[in-house]
């Protein structure tokens, strides 16, 4: 089991920046990438970015450039970062937190509200 804690969101002007972090705890060491994904309203759930536990990551085009995923793992807590540069009003959605393990589960952290005002 996985649990994930967000911390991070809420209003900032457009062209700011912000940062979201997600805490992974449990069985951590089975984690084989972590990721972000968005929802803004009426639309569906969007891949943000992913790292794995290798480094590799991968982002969408909208954010390539913008955002910047990054993790840290210990013994105890794997963290995962977005840092959100020169945000858009369009960035504006709920965001959460993923973390794949190696049987395929994938486990949801809470969404945090990002919102970015022009």
């Known amino acids: 089991q996985v649990q994930l804690v967000v911390s991070g969101g809420g209003l900032v002007q457009a062209g700011g920046s912000m940062t979201l972090s997600c805490a992974a705890s449990g069985s951590i060491f089975s984690i084989n990438a972590m990721g972000w994904y968005r929802q803004a309203p009426g639309k569906q759930r969007e891949l943000v970015a992913t790292v794995t536990s290798g480094g590799t990551t991968n982002y969408a085009d909208s954010v390539k450039g913008r955002f910047t995923i990054s993790s840290y793992r210990n013994n105890a807590k794997y963290t995962v970062y977005l840092f959100m540069n020169s945000l858009k009003p369009e960035d504006t959605a709920v965001y959460y937190c993923?973390?794949?393990?190696?049987?395929?589960?994938?486990?949801w952290g809470q969404g945090t509200q990002v919102t970015v005002s022009s």
């Open positions: 993923t973390a794949d393990q190696i049987n395929e589960f994938r486990s």
